[in-house]
């Protein structure tokens, strides 16, 4: 086990917090070990700023820089076995070798492997691959207790029992801390295609995108973001705000951040715009570009250029366009996420968001802690008149990520998640910033 040099370790709110790289299984072990005996949290990635209140007065982040070493690639299959601590952006340009790879989109390139799966998301790409938990197909963890136990396999539809591997993606590294992982690989596209079109509104856009959907185009990714999410993009892309002012339609100059001036701000407040990105063949591509455009979209398209269209889907992947937003998540029937989208208009601090209809996702960006608040608390009134079961995942004062339902959360659940807990982790050291 390897402490990094540096300001790594770090004082603030009169919490202390280290990171430490492992760079073998016993260093993993040895820190789970010093974590349980001295009380400490263990916070699984790259260091970060902790909640003004956390739970606890120390904390270790933990990296595993060491280990990343690929166990077994079969090409053949479509399946690779590796540690967990490689970067996906290593992971991509060795799987580039084979002509294969891991749709996934990470704004970050630190972001390993174990980060992945802690997350469980995809990004946009999984409008057509699907989540962490449809691409891992096995993993060997360690919990809480240090005990190492191996889940899922090698095979697609090699489970019985529980499947734990999907319990543990996205579990935000409170149950476990996954060493070694099992991918399910894709022939890697030969060419892409990203289009943008505009909306006067939510329901206008969400009734397109549903169209699109069931019309069963295979699409790679669809994803809706509102003006202020656009702007934030086209801030850090001036190529992207060139090609939006450029635009003959007048809707995608509102998507500029010096657009807003010639719409007025009830227009430029509640646009949308519905971007696509597809994959496959040049002569595939253009063909299903044609379908889409004639179908659907008519004029008024922007199609981002090759230098453009990596950084824009990497952005748009991001859980916040800034370090410093705030994320309310929230997952829901498609008409009640509509709803929900457009209750947040006139939010206090509002940033902007994004949705994934065909995933039944949503992330709104706020400005400061207490506006994200406020509206959870308005989510929860609504959630009173809808007759739809709403999942949400939110920042607390004392939390970086809580997971709950509204109205009421499921008992049976909450309890299964509190038996894991006492039962592998009594202590609560397996990121306490987090409750799922």
């Excluded at 799987?95 to 749709?103: A, E």
């Excluded at 469980?120 to 699907?130: F, K, M, N, T």
């Amino acid at each position: 086990m390897s402490s990094n040099a540096g300001a790594e370790n770090i004082k603030e709110n009169n919490v202390f917090s280290e990171h430490i790289n492992c760079d073998s299984i016993d260093a993993v072990k040895s820190l789970l070990e010093s974590c349980r005996t001295n009380g400490y949290g263990l916070l699984s990635g790259n260091p970060y700023k902790l909640p003004i209140a956390p739970g606890m007065q120390n904390y270790h982040f933990m990296t595993m820089n060491g280990l990343n070493r690929i166990i077994e690639h079969l090409p053949s299959d479509q399946v690779i076995s590796l540690e967990t601590g490689i970067t996906l952006r290593d992971l991509q340009a060795l799987l580039d070798t084979s002509k294969q790879w891991l749709p996934v989109y990470a704004a970050d390139d630190r972001t390993s492997l174990m980060d992945f799966i802690n997350s469980g998301d995809a990004g946009p790409l999984e409008h057509a691959y699907g989540e962490a938990r449809d691409m891992v197909l096995g993993i060997n963890s360690l919990l809480g207790s240090g005990e190492l136990i191996k889940c899922g396999g090698k095979v697609v539809k090699n489970v019985t029992g529980y499947d734990l591997p999907k319990l543990f993606c996205g579990s935000h590294g409170t149950l476990q801390i996954p060493i070694s992982a099992h991918l399910r690989l894709y022939a890697k596209p030969d060419a892409s295609s990203s289009l943008i079109k505009f909306f006067k509104n939510a329901d206008e856009a969400f009734a397109k995108s549903i169209e699109i959907i069931r019309s069963g185009l295979p699409m790679s990714c669809l994803e809706l973001a509102d003006a202020g999410m656009l702007k934030s993009l086209a801030a850090k892309n001036s190529t992207l705000e060139t090609q939006l002012s450029n635009s003959t339609d007048p809707l995608a100059k509102q998507f500029t951040p010096k657009g807003t001036a010639s719409v007025s701000p009830a227009s430029s407040i509640e646009s949308v715009a519905l971007c696509m990105q597809l994959h496959g063949m040049e002569s595939v591509i253009a063909t299903l570009r044609k379908e889409l455009i004639d179908l659907f979209l008519n004029d008024g398209i922007i199609e981002l250029d090759q230098a453009t269209e990596q950084t824009f889907w990497k952005e748009l992947s991001r859980a916040s366009q800034s370090k410093n937003a705030f994320v309310l998540s929230c997952c829901a029937p498609r008409k009640t996420l509509k709803e929900i989208l457009k209750a947040s208009t006139d939010a206090s601090g509002k940033l902007g968001w994004t949705a994934r209809p065909s995933k039944y996702k949503a992330s709104i960006e706020f400005k400061d802690l207490e506006s994200c608040s406020q509206f959870r608390q308005k989510l929860v009134e609504l959630s009173r008149k809808f007759t739809d079961v709403i999942a949400i995942a939110h920042p607390t004062e004392s939390l970086t990520y809580k997971a709950s339902q509204l109205p009421n959360d499921d008992a049976v659940l909450k309890e299964l998640k509190r038996r894991i807990k006492l039962e592998y982790d009594p202590a609560s050291i397996m990121n306490p910033l987090a409750e799922i």
